[in-house]
């Protein structure tokens, strides 16, 4: 972490709980703030997704960083769901910024399980 | 993973011509092949559905065979050396700037500057740079080998004169490092003497390559590339009498290389390096390489400059007549893998035409091909707001570099990539694939998302002819002149003069233009003129993933100036009624009718749709108003008639301000808070009897199949295709001046 970065409030839920309401879309300044320190850093070990099957499945990888070496799949995190992945990798990135482990109130599925997300709805 | 690969020698054909497939098999498995005509490409279930057609009578089967690329640049001098002018020694001295002076080449044994070598004994000298060890040169005997280095490391991007001499009297061999300008603190000069008892063990097959050395793999696989720029090398026999003198600055438009010696040891380039580059003696005053050559003497070589994989043919076929024009494909298929090698019939001439002609934007295909910027660059989550979901092409990309990367990368060196062909593999232009790109849902971006349009074309019964923008670039007007309308795709960003012109004359002579996507007619390209499939951009001014060196905005393919047309003087505003204002990426919106709407000059736009919502729905982020937008504005060229019809809003803070419309940064440009960032559907009538309409949209097509193509985006598109293809001239309106609101 550089001097002066800015960092996230690990008290402050509302930006995880609008995150899992919503992953892909119009966020609130509090979130876009939580987004922006997330996504920031370097390339090497940063989380990627790997599609196993068109629009069925998909796998958590990490990008090398290193020019040639192609991104890995992280062994047994497989999504049937896009934003399940989104929301994965979304918590995987807050606790490993806060040190901090989100309440049980964030467990669970994303989705109920009948809902389907791989179409235009998304 | 990826096991089949392949690439056409053609991208356009038509009846009569043979287009032959050349084909890697990583595996050596056989393969089964067939043509078959692309209709939709998107594999989303919430679609309409995939859909290919087999040819009947094409089938091969085929024992595959894998097939190597062999990236990296050089120049290759054809004629032999006079090798008895060098018995007593030699000198050679050249310019390099080099670019990744901390390496020592792809496999540690140097970067070569200048070899002259036996390609199979090795036997010869070679002049290079290797890491700490800065310059070198050694002298390979049939027997040891003499290396004699500079012990001092160049600076990266400066600019040294390296001189080296052998006396074979002496015995020795001589290296001189030396920066043209020295940094204070910095020992990057020196001057080297070693003992050599070892003579060159050349032969006369020995040949000269430039940034490169010859290799015993093959008369055209060369290694230790160079990675840089490199001037005015020449080579010199012990008295000092000239043997080879290269000047770059000759020919710098093609890819012949001229020899000023006695010897006329003339060579040409391999896998086209860059040309056009500033020399040490550029002093800022020129911009155009045609005003002072001299002064533009550098070529920068890459280890990963890639133009023409040069695999052989697999099989080739003969098309035949009476196909419909389309969008085409060889389809591979093995036990472990598919593949699909995309090309375009054009009706046959003499067989009548279509009154709607699709413009498949091949230049634009060419410039985002086998694109890495979500691999190599951390911009790209930001860009789209969510995580980049990679399928096994990407990955495969990632690894094999070899196969070369779009005209958004970066070189190995950090360089920008100018340069593109498809006479590689571009695996991110096939049906089936999916892009990070393309927003959430379908995820389609450049050719399978055009595939939603001929999709489209194909569900409204239109009768339509496809050509590509080779096809445009190559034969101008004349590619449409038959076609009452014209239809632009879904992003066709890329586009040179002559299309530009083509799309002007088509509309002085009463032509129609419907344009169905969005950010089009935005960065000028220049076709090679000789080489069909070779394209060079110089992204300068502005830039996007890089941008061009001072002093080398001007193209080498024929010298245009390069950039953005916008800042060239010929801003798509003119053509298309509007130009590119912002983009996102994520999810995509929707438009509103805006008063225009309802001028009775649109009414037959309109006809059948209701409410004042067009396209909140879609297979493209969810909406028809999205990934990247265009608006009118009446100062950088759209018509005074132009009807502003629908406005997009609700986009989220991830849409943002092209760099081009973005003079200076201040708070609050994100699209939900500001309301710069809007698309806006346009029609206006030319004073031919033509008319243009454009969506401004790139997510625009991902709409149209909805709700079993019953909707408002797929109805306005084919009342005004309609329209369009019907003789009856438009009429401009009594007065086109009008308050100007846009």
Not at chain 2, 261 to 283: D, S, V
Not at chain 2, 638 to 663: D, F, I, K
């Amino acid at each position: 972490m550089r001097a002066n970065a800015p960092r996230i409030d690990p008290a402050d839920l509302d930006p995880v709980r609008e995150f899992r309401a919503c992953p892909i879309g119009l966020h609130s300044p509090a979130l876009e703030a939580v987004l922006n320190i997330l996504r920031a850093g370097t390339m090497g070990g940063k989380y990627c997704i790997i599609c196993l099957e068109p629009h069925r499945k998909w796998a958590l990888g990490r990008l090398s960083g290193i020019r040639g070496v192609p991104p890995d799949v992280v062994p047994g995190v497989e999504y049937d769901d896009l934003e399940e992945a989104e929301w994965d990798v979304f918590r995987r990135r807050w606790e490993a910024e806060t040190g901090t482990r989100l309440p049980p109130e964030f467990d669970g599925p994303l989705h109920a399980p009948s809902t389907n997300t791989a179409g235009e709805s998304r | 993973m990826k096991t089949l690969l392949g690439y056409a020698d053609q991208i356009s054909v038509t009846a009569g011509d043979e287009i032959a497939f050349r084909v890697s098999s990583e595996t050596a498995e056989t393969y089964d092949a067939t043509i078959v005509r692309i209709v939709n490409g998107d594999l989303n279930p919430a679609g309409s559905g995939y859909r290919e057609e087999d040819v009947p009578g094409t089938a091969w089967h085929i024992q595959g065979r894998p097939q190597k690329i062999h990236a990296g640049s050089c120049i290759v001098v054809d004629t032999a050396v006079p090798l008895e002018r060098l018995a007593a020694g030699w000198r050679v001295t050249l310019l390099a700037r080099p670019t990744l002076p901390d390496s020592s080449g792809q496999d540690g044994t140097g970067q070569v500057m200048f070899s002259l070598r036996d390609r199979v004994s090795g036997g010869g000298m070679e002049i290079g740079i290797k890491g700490e060890e800065g310059a070198y040169v050694t002298v390979q005997g049939s027997q040891a080998r003499v290396t004699c280095a500079a012990g001092v490391p160049m600076r990266r991007h400066e600019w040294y004169r390296v001189r080296v001499a052998f006396d074979a009297a002496k015995g020795e061999l001589t290296l001189s490092q030396a920066a043209l300008e020295s940094c204070a603190g910095i020992a990057d000069s020196a001057d080297v003497t070693v003992a050599c008892a070892v003579e060159p063990a050349w032969t006369s097959a020995a040949r000269i390559i430039i940034a490169a050395r010859a290799t015993a793999e093959g008369e055209n696989i060369f290694g230790g590339f160079y990675n840089g720029k490199l001037e005015a090398p020449c080579l010199l026999d012990h008295a000092g009498a000239v043997i080879g003198q290269w000047d770059f600055s000759i020919g710098i438009d093609g890819q012949d290389i001229c020899d000023q010696g006695p010897f006329h040891l003339h060579g040409h380039t391999w896998q086209m390096p860059g040309r056009a580059m500033t020399g040490h003696n550029w002093n800022g005053s020129i911009r155009a390489w045609q005003d002072a050559p001299e002064q533009y003497g550098a070529i920068h070589f890459h280890e990963d400059d890639i133009i023409d994989a040069g695999w052989a043919t697999d099989f080739a076929w003969q098309v035949p007549s009476g196909l419909k024009s389309g969008l085409y494909a060889a389809r591979l298929r093995s036990a472990t893998d598919e593949d699909y090698i995309p090309f375009v019939i054009r009706r046959a001439a003499g067989t009548g035409h279509a009154p709607l002609v699709f413009v498949l934007p091949t230049a634009s295909y060419l410039a985002y091909a086998n694109e890495h910027l979500a691999i190599d660059a951390a911009l790209a989550e930001r860009v789209h707001d969510h995580v980049p979901v990679f399928g096994a092409s990407d990955v495969f990309l990632a690894e094999r570099r070899e196969f070369g990367a779009s005209l958004y990368d970066r070189h190995s060196d950090g360089s920008g990539i100018m340069i593109s062909s498809r006479l590689r593999p571009v695996l991110n232009m096939r049906p089936k694939y999916q892009s990070w790109l393309g927003g959430t849902g379908s995820g389609l971006w450049q050719m399978n998302a055009d595939t939603h349009i001929i999709d489209w074309l194909e569900h409204e019964g239109f009768d339509y002819d496809i050509i590509t923008d080779e096809d445009l670039d190559r034969e101008g007007v004349k590619a449409l002149s038959p076609y009452r309308c014209v239809m632009l795709a879904s992003h066709p960003e890329y586009v040179s003069t002559r299309m530009l012109d083509a799309l002007a004359a088509h509309r002085a002579d009463g032509g129609r233009l419907v344009s169905l996507g969005g950010n089009a007619l935005y960065w000028r390209v220049v076709y090679h003129p000789t080489m069909p499939g070779v394209m060079e951009l110089r992204r300068c001014e502005v830039g996007n993933g890089w941008i061009t060196d001072p002093g080398e905005s001007c193209h080498a393919f024929g010298g245009e100036y390069g950039g953005l047309w916008e800042r060239i003087g010929r801003p798509p505003h003119e053509t298309l009624g509007s130009g590119f204002i912002g983009q996102g990426f994520d999810k995509c919106t929707y438009f509103r009718r805006q008063a225009d709407s309802y001028n009775p000059r649109a009414a037959f736009i309109f006809d059948g749709i209701e409410g004042d919502i067009i396209g909140d729905f879609g297979l493209i982020g969810g909406g028809a108003a999205g990934i990247e937008l265009d608006r009118a504005n009446s100062a950088k060229g759209t018509p005074l008639n132009t009807l502003v019809l629908a406005r997009s809003e609700g986009h989220t803070n991830t849409y943002l301000p092209s760099t081009c419309a973005l003079l200076i940064n201040y708070a609050g440009q994100g699209a939900a808070q500001s309301d710069l960032v809007r698309a806006e559907i346009v029609f206006f009538e030319t004073a031919e009897g033509g008319a243009v309409f454009s969506t401004g949209s790139i997510a625009w097509s991902g709409s149209l199949s909805h709700a079993d193509y019953d909707n408002s985006v797929s109805r306005m598109t084919g009342n005004v295709v309609r329209r369009f293809i019907d003789p009856a001239p438009f009429e401009l309106p009594a007065s086109a001046a009008r308050p100007v609101s846009f």
